[in-house]
């Protein structure tokens, strides 16, 4: 078992930045990849960004540029860096952590608002 609680959303205004944190707990040595999602109101969730064990990352066309992800294998936390924001990046965000056996575990969201 891998338990995920998320923290920084907010409310922000196009062009500023925030910073989401993703801390794991558990069985954390199994972990493979993380990774952060979203959904906005009536869309499907989508893959924003992930990275490996060994650093390797991915990101949604959309973010590329934008967004940072990064990750602290001592404390066992995933970061996401989110600059520039603009309206369409407003949705609710969720830590994602893919286990060596191809097992998934979620974070329970956090909402990140950009508004003027």
């Known amino acids: 078992q891998v338990q995920l609680v998320e923290s920084g959303g907010g409310l922000v205004q196009p062009g500023g930045s925030l910073r989401l944190s993703c801390s794991a707990s558990g069985s954390i040595f199994s972990i493979n990849v993380m990774g952060w999602y979203r959904q906005a109101p009536g869309k499907q969730r989508e893959l924003v960004a992930a990275?490996?064990?060994?650093?390797?990352?991915n990101y949604a066309d959309s973010v590329k540029g934008r967004f940072t992800i990064s990750r602290d294998n001592a404390k066992n936390t995933v970061y996401l860096q989110l600059n520039n924001l603009k309206p369409d990046d407003t949705a609710v965000y969720y830590c994602n952590a893919v286990m060596v056996g191809g097992r998934e575990y979620w974070g329970q969201g956090t909402q990140v608002t950009v508004s003027s």
């Open positions: 990275i490996s064990t060994g650093g390797r990352t």
